[in-house]
């Protein structure tokens, strides 16, 4: 049977071109990726994304404060919006959401709880093997599948622009960022990720 592997998330998973962290992991597996995330989008996405017949899924959770926009891939953050406020009445309506009805405290919490809808209600009844990762910050600890005790962003030398950028020499593995990560650190990611799921005591 084709094993095939799915990264539900945003840019930290949606670039799957060689040396980088999805496609190694990807290769090490021996599965075909059927699903990459979308650069800027929010955690909604992956709700509307996730495929649960596939293989493998690593789950990238992103900030719990951007916006969704549901006939968009991309959401928005509070600098987006006032960047672009405007740019459109949706951009403008977005900035004053953020301006006078956001708060950071909710968005976290509201996360935490459809997150948690997320875990007990789609992923224990599917058969993928799962691994969770939060981009930025923690919080839920799920209960299908293994969740990383740290951020990506904490844990390798992340690059917080928004579009990955090539500086220095291009073949310097130090320069190069796929994902937001320099090439190293999309190999040690890519093994980390790898080692987990053949580690018995996670998955059987």
């Known amino acids: 049977m084709t094993k095939t592997i799915q990264f539900c998330g945003d840019s930290f998973c949606a670039d799957a071109t060689p040396n980088s962290w999805t496609r190694i992991l990807a290769d090490l597996l021996n599965a075909s990726i059927v699903g990459k995330g979308v650069k800027a989008s929010a955690h909604e996405h992956v709700f509307n994304t996730y495929q649960p017949d596939v293989t493998y899924?690593?789950?990238?959770?992103?900030?719990?404060?951007?916006?969704?926009?549901h006939d968009s891939d991309f959401a928005l953050n509070e600098a987006t919006a006032r960047a672009n406020k405007d740019g459109s009445k949706k951009l403008n309506a977005a900035h004053m959401y953020f301006n006078h009805l956001s708060h950071a405290d909710y968005n976290y919490k509201r996360q935490s709880r459809e997150l948690f809808w997320f875990d007990h209600e789609v992923l224990a009844k599917s058969k993928t093997k799962a691994i969770h990762v939060f981009c930025f910050k923690n919080t839920y600890n799920f209960i299908t599948g293994y969740t990383f005790p740290k951020p990506i962003a904490e844990m390798y030398n992340y690059e917080h622009r928004f579009l990955d950028t090539f500086q220095g020499d291009p073949h310097d593995p130090k320069t190069v960022f796929k994902n937001h990560l320099t090439s190293e650190d999309n190999e040690l990611f890519a093994y980390e990720v790898f080692d987990k799921f053949n580690n018995p005591l996670l998955f059987a």
């Not at 899924?57 to 926009?69: G, H, K, P, Q």
């Open 57 to 69: 899924s690593v789950f990238c959770w992103t900030e719990a404060n951007r916006l969704y926009i």
